[in-house]
């Protein structure tokens, strides 16, 4: 008997069942104990989130939750990368997005990721993550690969089409698409972390501002423009 026979009750589940269901047994089951793994990783940080716990609150056994993810650290990065999916759309390049004027989709994007990152159970998170990444380092570079390099990627190929459009003037994507993220964060991500709140208006005018500084720098035009691709 299979440990999903085990898990129904000893009843078989069969091919046919799941797919009536629309997905199968198995995918539905990992999307729970992912889900499960978001809410305790960004609620109590990696330390102190269990695998048993995990499996109890997704309806599993910690013995399924091995079989889908082999390890703690491989489930963290697949909960990293659950909510790093909610930025995906953002950096689509799809016919709706290609509508848009360059700086629409710019000041989306920085509304988007601004949102994304301010949110205070974020906050909370990264701070539990770099305190715990002293004492193990690669958790750390786990966070980093499953999350912000990711969404980095992603930005990097959207500037990328960009510049193929001739909607801008990049000669490295993935260093502009840092330097806009910085700006968009600026002084308001630092405040944040030390527990002050700026204001909406600092929020905003903050984002417009990174909006025009990035299109100056890279926007088509007359005039010379800043080459950052050969600089160390």
Not at 102 to 107: A, K, P, W, Y
Not at 137 to 156: H, Q, T, V, Y
């Amino acid at each position: 008997m299979s440990t999903e026979q085990i898990e129904a009750g000893s009843r078989p589940v069969s091919k046919k069942s799941a797919a009536g269901r629309g997905r199968p047994v198995d995918a539905s089951k990992r999307d729970a104990i992912v889900a499960a793994a978001a809410d305790a990783f960004f609620s109590h940080g990696y330390a102190a989130s269990s695998i048993e716990q995990i499996a109890a609150d997704a309806g599993v056994s910690k013995v399924t939750v091995y079989n889908h993810f082999g390890d703690k650290r491989a489930l963290f990065a697949a909960a990293v990368e659950r909510e790093c999916e909610k930025m995906r759309g953002h950096f689509s390049i799809d016919a709706e997005l290609a509508s848009l004027g360059i700086r629409e989709r710019l000041t989306a994007i920085g509304e988007a990721i601004f949102a994304f990152l301010s949110r205070p159970e974020m906050v909370q998170f990264e701070r539990r993550i770099a305190a715990e990444t002293e004492h193990e380092p690669e958790l750390g570079i786990a966070f980093l690969k499953a999350g912000p390099w990711r969404m980095k990627a992603a930005f990097s190929a959207l500037l990328a089409f960009a510049n193929e459009r001739g909607e801008l003037e990049i000669g490295d994507p993935q260093l502009a698409a840092e330097q806009f993220v910085s700006m968009c964060k600026g002084m308001g991500d630092l405040e944040r972390r030390f527990g002050a709140t700026p204001s909406q208006g600092d929020d905003r005018r903050r984002i417009a501002g990174a909006v025009d500084v990035f299109l100056r720098a890279y926007e088509p035009g007359e005039g010379t423009k800043p080459d950052f691709s050969d600089r160390k």
